[in-house]
């Protein structure tokens, strides 16, 4: 019997990580490595993914990093490219960039076009996007899997924030769609949905310091008494690349410490 803990392992396995220069996708990034994959990550800004690669690599892991705004539909087929050609095979793609553009709330009265557009392209045609690119690519090599991150903000009204849950809404149900069109290549497709977890794109939006975080969990009503830490997010990734979860597709797992 293959121990329980081994089926968690990730060994072997090439993992695309968007978004992944910091916050919840730089602790994706890591805990997927740590697992056992190489990790290609993709952001628009170098640097940031370029560190997040040589912790990687202090792993021991392989690690790559692609300069990608996932918004350009050929810079995300390329990344899809970049990894096959690289790393000679793609088994794990993780959606992760997301947020704001200008990160100032607003009602959807107040909303312009260009604000309501960008929330959509990259919260939710750039999931789209790299499901089908990844896709193209595990079709012909025996499967795969495709992890979208998606947002306590799904599923309900979200005042000053609405694109964006509109967009993490349609998340959910991608996800729903494209676990079942990809089960007949055996592509399995899940999602994470974290709450309040204070990254940059968060304590900006919010108009919050790194010194409030301490307090966030009673200020949100969070029954487990904290917010999140990209380090709650990263286990469910892993169970989801992993064969642990192998029987597993179309679901979309929520972690935000009771918060209703
Ligand atoms: P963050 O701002 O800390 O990190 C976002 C990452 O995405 C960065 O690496 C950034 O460079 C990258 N990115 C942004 N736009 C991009 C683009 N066009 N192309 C490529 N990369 C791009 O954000 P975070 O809080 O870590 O959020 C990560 C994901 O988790 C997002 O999808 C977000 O919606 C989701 N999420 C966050 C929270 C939270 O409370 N922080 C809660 C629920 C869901």
Same mark, same amino acid.
């Given at each position: 019997?293959?121990?329980?803990?081994?089926?968690?392992?990730?060994?072997?396995?090439?993992?695309?990580?968007?978004?992944?220069?910091?916050?919840?996708? &730089?602790?994706?990034? @890591? *805990?997927?490595?740590?697992?056992?994959?190489?990790?290609?990550?993709?952001?628009?800004?170098?640097?940031?993914? #370029? #560190?997040?690669?040589?912790?990687?690599?202090?792993?021991?892991?392989?690690?790559?990093?692609?300069?990608?705004?996932?918004?350009?539909?050929?810079?995300?087929?390329?990344?899809?490219?970049?990894?096959?050609?690289?790393?000679?095979?793609?088994?794990?793609?993780?959606?992760?960039?997301?947020?704001?553009?200008?990160?100032?709330?607003?009602?959807?009265?107040?909303?312009?076009?260009?604000?309501?557009?960008?929330?959509?392209?990259?919260?939710?045609?750039?999931?789209?996007?790299?499901?089908?690119?990844?896709?193209?690519?595990?079709?012909?090599?025996?499967?795969?899997?495709?992890?979208?991150?998606?947002?306590?903000?799904?599923?309900?009204?979200?005042?000053?924030?609405?694109?964006?849950?509109?967009?993490?809404? *349609?998340?959910?149900?991608?996800?729903?769609?494209?676990? !079942? #069109?990809?089960?007949?290549?055996?592509?399995?497709?899940?999602?994470?949905?974290?709450?309040?977890?204070?990254?940059?794109?968060?304590? &900006?939006?919010?108009? @919050?310091?790194?010194?409030?975080?301490?307090?966030?969990?009673?200020?949100?009503?969070?029954?487990?008494?904290?917010?999140?830490?990209?380090?709650?997010?990263?286990?469910?990734?892993?169970?989801?690349?992993? !064969?642990?979860? !192998?029987?597993?597709?179309? #679901?979309?797992?929520?972690?935000?410490?009771?918060?209703?």
């Amino acid at each position: 019997m293959t121990d329980i803990l081994d089926r968690f392992r990730l060994d072997g396995q090439v993992a695309v990580v968007t978004g992944a220069g910091r916050g919840i996708g &730089e602790g994706i990034a @890591l *805990g997927l490595a740590q697992a056992g994959a190489d990790v290609v990550l993709a952001a628009r800004r170098t640097q940031e993914i #370029e #560190e997040v690669a040589d912790k990687i690599r202090a792993l021991g892991r392989k690690a790559l990093a692609v300069t990608t705004d996932v918004m350009q539909l050929d810079q995300v087929q390329r990344l899809a490219q970049t990894a096959l050609d690289s790393f000679g095979r793609l088994d794990c793609w993780v959606s992760n960039a997301g947020g704001a553009d200008d990160r100032v709330p607003r009602t959807l009265l107040e909303m312009p076009e260009r604000q309501w557009d960008f929330q959509l392209n990259l919260n939710l045609k750039a999931v789209w996007s790299g499901a089908q690119a990844a896709a193209l690519i595990m079709k012909k090599n025996g499967g795969g899997t495709i992890i979208n991150i998606s947002s306590a903000a799904s599923g309900k009204a979200s005042p000053f924030n609405g694109p964006y849950a509109v967009a993490k809404t *349609g998340v959910d149900n991608l996800t729903q769609t494209l676990s !079942s #069109e990809l089960a007949r290549y055996n592509i399995r497709v899940n999602g994470v949905s974290p709450g309040p977890i204070p990254t940059e794109v968060f304590l &900006e939006f919010l108009k @919050l310091e790194e010194k409030d975080i301490p307090t966030l969990g009673k200020k949100f009503g969070i029954p487990l008494g904290r917010v999140g830490d990209p380090d709650d997010i990263s286990p469910a990734v892993v169970f989801l690349a992993s !064969s642990a979860s !192998s029987w597993m597709t179309g #679901e979309t797992i929520v972690i935000k410490g009771g918060h209703t």
